[in-house]
Structures are given as C-alpha cells and as structure tokens.
C-alpha cells in the first residue's frame, strides 16, 4: 500500500499513535518518543511505517455469539479504519512487550519487524486470520448481534 492508496494519512497515523501512546497526559512526552522512532527509521521512516501497517492490519475479525446457549466465534469484515487502528495498536503493544532500554528503539525495531513481517504485531494479525478461517462455517450468525 503506498502514499497515495491508503485510506489514511501519514498525519493520521501520528495522531493516532500519539494518542496512544500518552499515558496520565502526559502528550509531550509521547510526541518525543515518536520524533525519536521517526528519528531512528531514518530517511524513509513514512514508507517503513505503511509498509507496517499494511502488513499488520487485519481484513477480518472475530466477534464471539451467543446463539442458543452456545457461543460462537463469528468471522466480520473490518473497515480500512478499524483494521489501521488494530494494526496500529498490535505494533505499539508489541512495542510495549519488548525489553529495550527506550520506548522509541522498541517502537522504531517493532516498526522494522512489522514491515518485513515478522514481530508480535504480524503474528497477531496472522492468528486473527488463522481464527476466522477456522470459523468461517459461522460467518451465518453474523447479522445475530
């Protein structure tokens, strides 16, 4: 997915990211950490970051159904909103789990990960995948909810 055919922006990406990676409101701090991640991506940190996100962001999800007394695990398509959120989100707790000394250089080695499609965050999304194609004998109970 390249600059011109996502349905996001690169000013969309920082917002989102920025809001969630502040803690106790503490924003300006956020900001510093992603100016940091940009900062050690080097020159070509817009391309790396769609690459990511293309490759982390799920077509599909799953939503649990109670139908009859049993629940299911019902497979949905996402909108290009949710599925960036998700994948956005995916990348940054994949950050959080790492153990580097700082936020950013575990955020900027998440990003790489993603991009070439390795790391937690693409493991996630290729786990979601595997669950609705498991359960797609379900995709009945959809209008269920």
Known sequence: MTTSTAPYTYG???HKAICLLTKRGHGCRAQGIWRETMGLLGPRATQVV????ENCSPGVEVRRV????TSYYVPKLVTPHQAYTR????????A???RQRSSAQALAQEFMDASQGTGWAHSQCVEMHRLAEANRAYSRYQWWR
């Open 66 to 69: 109670r139908v009859a007394g």
């Open 50 to 53: 769609y690459t990511a996100l």
């Open 87 to 94: 994948g956005l989100r995916w990348i940054l707790k994949g």
């Open 12 to 14: 969309d990406i920082r």
């Open 96 to 98: 959080a789990r790492r």
